[in-house]
């Protein structure tokens, strides 16, 4: 479990991380999100201590990250899949890292095989390719076996494939119980991994709060019905939500739940052809609850 | 029994377990790290072949003008320090190995693996100071011992005064020469870990080994006097010679000035490591 309280980190004038609250559950994936620039590295790193805080506390299982008797047993991390030696194999890479913290040389071998790298592991890094650093970077942090991960936009610039796999690596870590924290700037990589949701931006907190919820309150619900009767259909809807035409025979209604229409649909003798509820683009919602803090962001910008 | 073995090997490696990371273990990881890093081999032998090569030119160049010398510079000339000369490369070659060490990390961004596997900072830098010290010491002993004997035996060969391992001033050339360069490592840890550039690093210990010590004749009189004198690097090179110039340390005292200033840089590089965002 990661608790965050009050963390913040000051650059001279400007506020990287400002007075940011929120814990990361075990048995859940929980997504960072947040625009290019709001502040999750910077958070992410003082989590692992390699940045001090200007104020605030991180601990990991109520202890700070520089604490922890056996670090790479208490959180793993990936923060940036380029960093090997690229004429160390990965095998030495993680070797070293393993030594650290008192890990066997036969956990090195079993990770790189749960990574899919055994084949590859005693050939110089610098010769592999982005997909195989990132799985380079997930054998490091899946080393001691934690209970808390943390993963820094770990889909940026995989292929689908790898994209495939880290997803269900991150949900199988859930279900295994441990607490899983993964950063991204796009709504759409959370969309599929996510359960809880934290949104920053400009450092600051703008949204804590499930999957779930955050798909309810911030997605409006539309229900595409196809009908040959979709005159009598509009006059049987109309009443009870928004009703608009999208084809000669495909209605799309806002406000009223798939089965209440099917209902309604039923008592009106109206035949049904499809009855398919669908999602917004979380994106659109996302961007419009963070678009102020970008647009700060810019201005700051263009005024250096 | 035999899986109840096994088992119980598995579970005693899981996350139950609480196995305390220790500075031993920091020391191991960054034995395999200097072990593993390309240019450990490379500093190694090129320092080697440049000590040899150097004792060897030295040696044979020196040993034939040695009989058209006048008395005066005949009394001056130093068999120990002819055939030593190497150090003044080897230091940097092992200035820069020191430097690597550090500098690598930054490079290649490993420094965050590194923090988030071990992020007791000091004992990180202390780690790595040890095992440069456990690698440049023993080469740099090594380098100084196949440079003497070089060098001797072309001075030999030559007719010109040689020495022999059991000569006392030999010992503490081969060995003070080892510790010399041994601190030169450390001298490049510590720039290194202070600058985090490798490039900036190569410079600077281009500049404060080499060119300081070319320029120093060259500063106007107190100041250059001062500088051939106390400046660590030239001062720490006495070490090497087994006649003295009055003028300048004894060679005890010169690795002393020498010694103490990697102490200072050191110090101020643990202080900047531990306080300074990763």
């Given at each position: 479990m990661i608790e965050v309280r009050g963390l913040t980190k000051r650059y001279g004038e400007v506020?990287?991380?400002?007075?940011l609250t929120f814990a990361v559950r075990p048995g859940e994936v929980t997504g960072f999100l947040g625009p290019n620039g709001a502040g999750k590295s910077t958070t992410l790193r003082m989590i692992l201590g390699l940045d001090a805080p200007s104020s605030g506390t991180a601990t990991v299982g109520g202890m700070s990250f520089t604490a922890q008797p056996a670090p790479l047993r208490a959180v793993g991390a990936l923060l940036?899949?380029?960093?090997?030696?690229?004429?160390?194999s990965a095998f030495h890479h993680l070797l070293a890292l393993a030594a650290g913290n008192g890990i066997p040389r036969s956990r090195v071998d079993e990770t790189l095989a749960e990574v899919g790298l055994e084949k590859v592991?005693?050939?110089?890094?610098?010769?592999?390719?982005l997909g195989m650093r990132q799985r380079l970077g997930i054998a490091a942090a899946l080393l001691g076996r934690p209970p808390v991960l943390v993963f820094d936009?770990?889909?940026?610039?995989?292929d689908p494939e790898g994209i495939v796999w880290i997803r269900s690596l991150m949900r199988n870590m859930a279900a295994e119980g441990r607490a899983v924290l993964m950063s991204s700037h796009l709504m759409s990589e959370m969309?599929?991994?996510?359960?809880h949701l934290i949104v920053i931006g400009r450092g600051k907190l703008i949204a804590d709060t499930t999957m779930k919820d955050f798909i309810e309150a911030h997605s409006e619900r539309e229900v595409l019905v196809r009908s040959p009767q979709t005159q009598a259909l509009r006059r049987l809807l109309s009443e009870a939500g928004d009703v608009r035409a999208e084809d000669h025979d495909t209605l799309v209604v806002t406000g009223l739940e798939a089965a209440r229409i099917g209902a309604l649909a039923a008592a009106g003798g109206v035949e049904l052809h499809e009855l398919s509820p669908r999602q917004v683009s979380l994106e659109r919602a996302f961007m419009e609850l963070t678009q102020d803090a970008v647009e700060y962001q810019a201005g700051k910008e263009t005024n250096r | 029994m035999i899986s109840a073995l096994e088992h119980r090997k598995k579970s005693a490696q899981g996350?139950?377990?609480?196995g305390r990371a220790t500075p031993w273990h920091s020391l191991h990881a960054e034995w395999i790290k200097i072990r593993t890093m390309r240019s450990t081999v490379f500093v190694v032998l090129g320092t080697l072949a440049f000590c040899a090569g150097l004792a060897a030119l030295n040696g044979s160049s020196a040993g034939s003008e040695y009989a058209d010398l006048s008395p005066a510079d005949q009394a001056a000339f130093d068999p120990l320090a002819t055939s030593l000369r190497g150090y003044l490369l080897a230091q940097i070659a092992l200035g820069l190995l020191g430097g690597l060490v550090i500098t690598s990390e930054y490079g290649a961004r490993t420094i965050v693996p590194t923090l988030t596997s071990v992020p007791h900072r000091v004992r990180v830098l202390a780690s790595k100071a040890v095992v440069l010290v456990g690698v440049a010491l023993p080469v740099g002993v090594l380098v100084s011992l196949v440079g003497f004997l070089v060098g001797q035996s072309t001075l030999s060969g030559a007719g010109a005064p040689h020495l022999a391992l059991s000569d006392g001033v030999a010992l503490r050339g081969i060995f003070g020469g080892g510790v010399y360069l041994a601190l030169a490592g450390l001298f490049g840890l510590a720039l290194g870990t202070i600058i985090r550039s490798t490039t900036a690093t190569v410079t600077t210990l281009f500049g404060v080994m080499l060119i300081v010590q070319a320029f120093a004749p060259a500063l106007p009189g107190g100041l250059g006097d001062w500088v051939s004198k106390y400046w660590p690097p030239i001062a720490g090179g006495?070490?090497?010679?087994?006649?003295?110039?009055?003028e300048l340390l004894r060679p005890g005292a010169g690795l002393g000035v020498m010694a103490g200033c990697v102490l200072v840089l050191l110090t101020a590089a643990f202080v900047v490591f531990r306080r300074r965002d990763a």
């Amino acid at each position: 479990m990661i608790e965050v309280r009050g963390l913040t980190k000051r650059y001279g004038e400007v506020l990287a991380v400002d007075d940011l609250t929120f814990a990361v559950r075990p048995g859940e994936v929980t997504g960072f999100l947040g625009p290019n620039g709001a502040g999750k590295s910077t958070t992410l790193r003082m989590i692992l201590g390699l940045d001090a805080p200007s104020s605030g506390t991180a601990t990991v299982g109520g202890m700070s990250f520089t604490a922890q008797p056996a670090p790479l047993r208490a959180v793993g991390a990936l923060l940036d899949p380029g960093a090997v030696l690229p004429s160390r194999s990965a095998f030495h890479h993680l070797l070293a890292l393993a030594a650290g913290n008192g890990i066997p040389r036969s956990r090195v071998d079993e990770t790189l095989a749960e990574v899919g790298l055994e084949k590859v592991a005693r050939r110089r890094a610098g010769t592999y390719s982005l997909g195989m650093r990132q799985r380079l970077g997930i054998a490091a942090a899946l080393l001691g076996r934690p209970p808390v991960l943390v993963f820094d936009e770990p889909l940026n610039g995989l292929d689908p494939e790898g994209i495939v796999w880290i997803r269900s690596l991150m949900r199988n870590m859930a279900a295994e119980g441990r607490a899983v924290l993964m950063s991204s700037h796009l709504m759409s990589e959370m969309e599929l991994t996510a359960d809880h949701l934290i949104v920053i931006g400009r450092g600051k907190l703008i949204a804590d709060t499930t999957m779930k919820d955050f798909i309810e309150a911030h997605s409006e619900r539309e229900v595409l019905v196809r009908s040959p009767q979709t005159q009598a259909l509009r006059r049987l809807l109309s009443e009870a939500g928004d009703v608009r035409a999208e084809d000669h025979d495909t209605l799309v209604v806002t406000g009223l739940e798939a089965a209440r229409i099917g209902a309604l649909a039923a008592a009106g003798g109206v035949e049904l052809h499809e009855l398919s509820p669908r999602q917004v683009s979380l994106e659109r919602a996302f961007m419009e609850l963070t678009q102020d803090a970008v647009e700060y962001q810019a201005g700051k910008e263009t005024n250096r | 029994m035999i899986s109840a073995l096994e088992h119980r090997k598995k579970s005693a490696q899981g996350p139950a377990d609480t196995g305390r990371a220790t500075p031993w273990h920091s020391l191991h990881a960054e034995w395999i790290k200097i072990r593993t890093m390309r240019s450990t081999v490379f500093v190694v032998l090129g320092t080697l072949a440049f000590c040899a090569g150097l004792a060897a030119l030295n040696g044979s160049s020196a040993g034939s003008e040695y009989a058209d010398l006048s008395p005066a510079d005949q009394a001056a000339f130093d068999p120990l320090a002819t055939s030593l000369r190497g150090y003044l490369l080897a230091q940097i070659a092992l200035g820069l190995l020191g430097g690597l060490v550090i500098t690598s990390e930054y490079g290649a961004r490993t420094i965050v693996p590194t923090l988030t596997s071990v992020p007791h900072r000091v004992r990180v830098l202390a780690s790595k100071a040890v095992v440069l010290v456990g690698v440049a010491l023993p080469v740099g002993v090594l380098v100084s011992l196949v440079g003497f004997l070089v060098g001797q035996s072309t001075l030999s060969g030559a007719g010109a005064p040689h020495l022999a391992l059991s000569d006392g001033v030999a010992l503490r050339g081969i060995f003070g020469g080892g510790v010399y360069l041994a601190l030169a490592g450390l001298f490049g840890l510590a720039l290194g870990t202070i600058i985090r550039s490798t490039t900036a690093t190569v410079t600077t210990l281009f500049g404060v080994m080499l060119i300081v010590q070319a320029f120093a004749p060259a500063l106007p009189g107190g100041l250059g006097d001062w500088v051939s004198k106390y400046w660590p690097p030239i001062a720490g090179g006495q070490i090497i010679t087994a006649v003295q110039d009055p003028e300048l340390l004894r060679p005890g005292a010169g690795l002393g000035v020498m010694a103490g200033c990697v102490l200072v840089l050191l110090t101020a590089a643990f202080v900047v490591f531990r306080r300074r965002d990763a």
